[in-house]
């Protein structure tokens, strides 16, 4: 049987990186055998945990590989699990976006668990059968969710950069977002947004174990002095949104998280925002330790109005390279666009068919058949950080794009824009971003 003798150390993987598995046999078995070939089964498992009980769709899928001329079989395993994994569109506890998640709800489609069986197939003459001996056992199991490593970081995932364990560390300990942690994050009261982490025990292969189980996610309310806002009785006013789901995610292994955290999530979820809140802070605490201390970096969120010049406010949603989603609100003046594509034809007029011929001055000749009209809406940001610029740079190259339209719900966008100049305060002074995005489904214009 094949040993593997390079592998990924951590268990939980990004989809889009290089998850590479070498393998090896004996060199006199492959030269005493014909047409000799590594074999891997691979077991994909979708899963979510759903309130006590785990719905799941399994996959199998079994490739062979030619020893290279070192008599090593060499695997890229995110060739095939990255058609498995996505990123969720609705919550799975209730028929809504999961940007307007209430409270915490586990993943659907974000993660995947992937079982490895190492075995070869060869046969001891020229002209004799193949057969193939695969393990019973899997050598390998990994968490694959839907994000990305670039190859200039190496070819291990960096987990401590996310993983929410005690003690808070600079650089680490992240929810799932490209913005850095110090950047204020706009919101107006009718907003909805959610952070999203992972949440589980991983036993990595290096003997360690990744722990990352918290309590719940802790929201503290301040004034414009920036004071903590407090209660009748005097305890400071704070939301304590519990995470109640932690058996199953611990007999799971782990798994994703999204928590409505912007002003409207929390007010459908029953929670109160104080009315002379400047701002509040989000974080995730430890379990079962209400708030304290805190597992992650914390997150602040500064309440605003509309634009005092009357400028429409176009917030988009959009699915980062960590396999979640992060928001940004374009304030300053916007403009919308539809462009019209018509399909042409020309008719005779007049009465041809009759006993005399005659013609309507109201006939056409030139006659529209088919109208094709979308919408492009070009935003405008205010003038920014060179850490939120940084961190736009993902909604320029992201492959899924939507915009909330202010009844709950949001459109699907594409991102117009050919080219990202990544600006910085040094050069440019002063930063601002101009995009265009164009709806995804054209107004419905009937035939003529």
Same mark, same amino acid.
């Given at each position: ?18 998850? $590479? ?22 077991e ?26 070192? #008599? ?6 995110? &060739?095939?699990?990255k058609?498995?994994? *996505? ?5 799975h ?35 004799? @059968?193949?057969?193939?001996?695969? /393990? ?12 990305? =490593? ?15 364990t ?10 799932? *977002? ?12 009718? +907003? ?11 036993? &990595?292969?290096?003997?360690?174990? /990744? ?8 929201? #503290?309310?301040? +004034?414009?002095?920036? !004071? ?9 006013t !704070? ?7 932690? =058996? ?20 459908? @979820?029953?929670?109160t925002?104080?009315?002379?809140? +400047? ?49 940004? &609100? ?13 399909? $042409? ?9 009759? +006993? *005399?011929? /005659? ?5 056409h000749?030139? *006659?529209?058949? &088919?109208?094709? @009209? ?22 320029f ?5 939507? $915009? ?18 990544? =600006?910085r305060?040094?050069?440019?002074k ?5 995009? /265009? ?12």
């Amino acid at each position: 049987m094949p040993s593997v003798t390079q592998f990924p150390i951590n268990r939980l993987q990004p989809a889009y990186s290089r998850l $590479m598995f070498v393998l090896a046999e004996n060199q006199n078995t492959i030269a005493n055998a014909f047409y000799y070939r590594y074999v891997v089964k691979c077991e994909i498992r979708e899963f979510f945990p759903n309130d006590g009980q785990v719905d799941q769709e399994e996959h199998e899928i079994t490739f062979k590989i030619a020893p290279n001329k070192e #008599k090593r079989g060499v695997v890229d395993l995110s &060739n095939v699990v990255k058609d498995y994994v *996505t990123t969720d569109i609705q919550s799975h506890t209730n028929n809504y976006a999961i940007h307007n998640t209430q409270n915490i709800v586990s993943n659907l489609k974000t993660v995947i668990r992937v079982k490895l069986y190492i075995g070869s197939e060869s046969t001891s003459s020229a002209l004799g @059968a193949v057969t193939s001996n695969i /393990s019973s056992y899997a050598a390998y199991e990994y968490l694959i969710f839907n994000g990305c =490593q670039q190859d200039k970081d190496g070819l291990e995932f960096n987990l401590d950069k996310y993983l929410l364990t005690t003690g808070v560390s600079t650089g680490e300990n992240n929810f799932l *977002t490209c913005f850095d942690h110090t950047v204020e994050r706009k919101v107006r009261l009718t +907003d909805y947004g959610t952070v999203a982490f992972i949440n589980g025990i991983l036993g &990595n292969y290096d003997g360690s174990a /990744s722990i990352t189980n918290i309590g719940g996610i802790f929201v #503290k309310f301040y +004034d414009a002095s920036g !004071t903590i806002i407090t209660g009748d009785g005097g305890a400071s006013t !704070t939301l304590d949104i519990e995470n109640t789901m932690n =058996q199953v995610v611990n007999a799971q292994g782990a798994c994703l998280r999204f928590a409505g955290v912007a002003p409207k999530n929390l007010t459908d @979820a029953g929670y109160t925002i104080p009315a002379n809140t +400047d701002y509040y802070e989000v974080y995730a605490y430890q379990e079962n330790i209400g708030g304290n201390p805190a597992n992650s970096q914390t997150y602040k969120y500064k309440i605003v109005g509309e634009d005092c010049k009357g400028h429409e406010t176009i917030r988009l949603a959009f699915l980062n390279r960590v396999g979640a989603y992060d928001y940004y &609100n374009f304030n300053k003046r916007s403009t919308r666009v539809t462009n019209i594509d018509s399909e $042409m034809f020309t008719k005779n007029t007049g009465s041809w068919q009759k +006993d *005399t011929f /005659s013609y309507e001055i109201y006939e056409h000749k030139n *006659t529209t058949l &088919n109208v094709q @009209a979308v919408e492009t809406i070009e935003c405008n940001t205010e003038y920014i950080t060179e850490l939120e610029a940084e961190g736009l740079e993902e909604l320029f190259t992201s492959p899924r794009v939507l $915009m909330y339209d202010d009844e709950a719900k949001w459109q699907p966008v594409n991102i117009t824009e050919k080219s990202y100049t990544k =600006q910085r305060n040094v050069s440019d002074k002063l930063i601002q971003y101009i995009v /265009s995005v164009e709806k995804s489904v054209a107004k419905r214009i009937q035939t003529n």
